[in-house]
């Protein structure tokens, strides 16, 4: 079973479709599995959950996804995230918004545990600390966990029996996984924060034991003329270009 692994979509079909297509181009995947924020700041929400359950899937659901579905306050929003949501609440289909709001907050699947931002606090926490990373080694019953929210690729290895230590995930070469415990964020499709604008993806091949994470560029113009378009914040537009 091969999976592909996306978080952070983001309502950019732009970017998932690119993605789709490399993977498939790469060996092809039996289904994904998905880590939240399918929704919120870009142009195409309806398409993007439509894509998603075109496919056989496994989802959790992140705070953009739950603000826009009215089970989240925008209260923690910033601006443009919250103008974003309000528009992306009016465009879902009623049939969709229920699918959204079904989702569950975290999900084991084989040897991970996926969550948006962490298995203690999927909806808020950033899992970019060391605090956080040694809470994720304890609270999972998991070899590995899964999550997104920050927008930037990574794994995590625990370091002594009191630390962890945060490791680029460079694209392209294959991480053997074994019994130790490892976490792994697979960078966002829709709206890469690390400085690199292409959309971010994970293949997991359950019988080779493998991880891989790749880039793939897309038509990130095409993307913004949407946005703009609809009159989404210009900010949210801007940043795609430097995925920042
Ligand atoms: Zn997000």
């Known amino acids: 079973m091969r999976a592909l692994i996306v978080s952070d979509i983001h309502s950019n079909i732009e970017a998932f479709r690119a993605v789709v297509a490399d993977a498939e181009a790469r060996g092809g995947f039996d289904e994904i599995w998905s880590l939240g924020d399918l929704v919120g700041y870009g142009p195409e929400p309806s398409e993007c959950v439509e894509l998603l359950r075109a496919h056989s899937h496994n989802a959790v659901v992140g705070n953009h996804d739950l603000a826009a579905v009215g089970k989240l306050?925008?209260?923690?929003?910033?601006?443009?995230?919250?103008?974003?949501?309000?528009?992306?609440?009016?465009?879902?289909?009623?049939?969709?918004?229920?699918?959204?709001?079904?989702?569950?907050?975290?999900?084991?699947?084989d040897e991970f545990t996926l969550a948006h931002g962490s298995p203690r606090n999927p909806i808020w926490e950033y899992l970019v600390t060391v605090d956080a990373a040694i809470a994720c080694f304890t609270h999972i019953d998991t070899y590995?966990?899964?999550?997104?929210?920050?927008?930037?690729?990574?794994?995590?290895?625990?370091?002594?029996?009191?630390?962890?230590?945060?490791?680029?995930?460079?694209?392209?070469?294959?991480?053997?996984?074994?019994?130790?415990?490892?976490?792994?964020?697979?960078?966002?499709?829709?709206?890469?924060?690390?400085?690199?604008?292409?959309?971010s993806y994970v293949i997991y091949d359950d019988s080779a034991g493998t991880i891989v994470h790749h880039r793939v560029a897309y038509d990130i113009a095409a993307t913004q003329e949407k946005m703009r378009r609809h009159g989404l914040p210009d900010y949210l537009i801007e940043r795609l270009a430097v995925g920042m």
């Open 73 to 109: 306050s925008l209260e923690r929003f910033n601006p443009y995230a919250a103008a974003a949501n309000r528009w992306t609440a009016a465009r879902l289909t009623r049939e969709q918004a229920d699918y959204i709001g079904g989702l569950p907050l975290t999900l084991e699947l």
């Open 144 to 199: 590995w966990c899964l999550v997104g929210h920050s927008h930037t690729p990574f794994m995590c290895i625990p370091q002594g029996t009191t630390g962890a230590a945060f490791l680029a995930f460079p694209p392209d070469r294959l991480v053997q996984l074994d019994s130790r415990p490892l976490i792994v964020n697979p960078g966002s499709v829709g709206q890469p924060r690390d400085g690199d604008a292409r959309a």
